[in-house]
């Protein structure tokens, strides 16, 4: 089921662990930290650190999963079959569910990343090899955190949690997908515009995904993350 949305709380995430942003100012700001697997970016020894600092901060941990595409960071479609991506989910989510546990926290939610979360959106096959590989061994099926589309409607039809996300720091197409990244008006790079954008979307989404790969990325998240608070909304991670 869908976990409602509300206009008195708000979560605030950032990919993590992927070797191209600050994650430790990032982790100071943010209230749930996707967390890559080691598929598209990171290592078992930078998901450590970044569990520890998340569990030191109370910042919920998820998995940032993705297609096995190191070269690419994960930005290109893959054409892989259910059976071998429902593994590779399991792989990514099993590793870093022991390094959170090892950590002293757990991993609370998935999260496709790049090409894969796009993809989900449009091919079934491909987004329930995503829900059966993201499964904890004695814990159960993953809330499953996302925009609207197959993976959000099959996780809903099984009676797992559902989590709305928006972005304030990415353009929108007139039919509510993100503007691709090889197009113009992808990014939103305007401190004033992405707090505006923030605030518009946070009744209407569980979460707001604030890049860590940009310039002003940091200064942008804590902007946002003071309008938010100012506008009398608590901030809760996943």
């Known amino acids: 089921m869908h976990a409602p949305s509300s206009r008195q709380t708000i979560d605030l995430n950032a990919d993590l662990g992927e ?47 993705s297609y096995d595409d190191r070269e690419h960071f994960g930005r290109v479609r893959r054409d ?13 989510v099993g590793t870093l569910a022991e390094i959170a546990a090892a950590a002293g926290t757990t991993v609370r939610y998935l999260k496709p990343h790049g090409a894969l979360y796009h993809r989900v959106l449009e091919d079934e096959e491909q987004a329930r090899a995503v829900l059966d590989g993201s499964v904890l061994d004695g814990g159960g099926p993953l809330p499953v955190l996302g925009m609207p589309g197959r993976l959000l409607a099959l996780a809903a039809e ?3 949690t559902t989590l709305l996300e928006g972005f304030p720091d ?68 996943l």
């Open 170 to 237: 990415r353009g929108y197409t007139p039919d509510g997908r993100l503007v691709p990244r090889s197009e113009s008006g992808a990014l939103v790079t305007e401190e004033g515009a992405i707090v505006a954008q923030a605030l518009a979307l946070a009744g209407t989404v569980d979460s707001l995904c604030l890049h860590g790969d940009s310039p002003g990325a940091v200064a942008h998240a804590a902007a946002v993350r003071r309008a938010l608070v100012g506008a009398g909304l608590e901030l809760q991670g």
């Open 158 to 160: 099984a009676g797992r």
């Open 80 to 92: 892989v079959t259910y059976d071998v991506l429902r593994e590779q989910v399991a792989d990514q």
């Open 19 to 65: 070797e191209v942003t600050d994650d430790a100012a990032l982790l100071a700001v943010v209230t749930s930290a996707n967390v890559a697997c080691g598929y598209h970016a990171g290592s078992a020894a930078i998901m450590r650190a970044v569990c520890e600092e998340a569990a030191r901060l109370g910042v919920s941990v998820g998995a940032q999963v």
